[in-house]
């Protein structure tokens, strides 16, 4: 069982990126999957969220209008566009899933009580 994000790199402000976050191991249409970043010195912090059978996605203040997430059940895939990046918007991303917990991402509460992470992919905006 794995989970896998990549697709970060350097990009100029007002840039995008697509960050993709691939599944083995487990059907990931079943289960909520979110994405989360943590800037260097800062907590964790969750994204967004979509929810088992896509019934639901959530977003955090912070992002909603600029980023996307949408999931290639086809592919085992989840994916996160960001559009108009930041500054702010650094950080390493991580995609997580809960296993034991919640398939509607806990109703966006508590960081949508994920409990199992994949590896990080990092994202640097500057110019």
């Known amino acids: 069982v794995q989970l896998q994000a990549s697709g970060g790199g350097l990009v100029q402000p007002g840039g995008s990126l697509r960050l993709s976050c691939a599944a083995s191991?487990?059907?990931?249409?079943?289960?909520?999957i979110g994405w989360f970043r943590q800037a260097p010195g800062k907590e964790r912090e969750g994204v967004s969220c979509i929810s088992s059978s896509d019934v639901s996605t959530y977003y955090a203040d912070s992002v909603k209008g600029r980023f996307t997430i949408s999931r290639d059940n086809a592919k085992n895939t989840v994916y996160l566009q960001m559009n108009s990046l930041k500054p702010e918007d650094t950080a390493v991303y991580y995609c997580?899933?809960?296993?034991?917990?919640?398939?509607?991402?806990?109703?966006?509460?508590?960081?949508?009580?994920?409990?199992?992470w994949g590896k990080g992919t990092q994202v640097t905006v500057s110019s």
């Open positions: 997580a899933t809960a296993f034991q917990g919640s398939r509607y991402c806990n109703g966006g509460a508590d960081n949508y009580a994920m409990d199992y």
């Open positions: 191991g487990f059907a990931l249409d079943y289960y909520a």
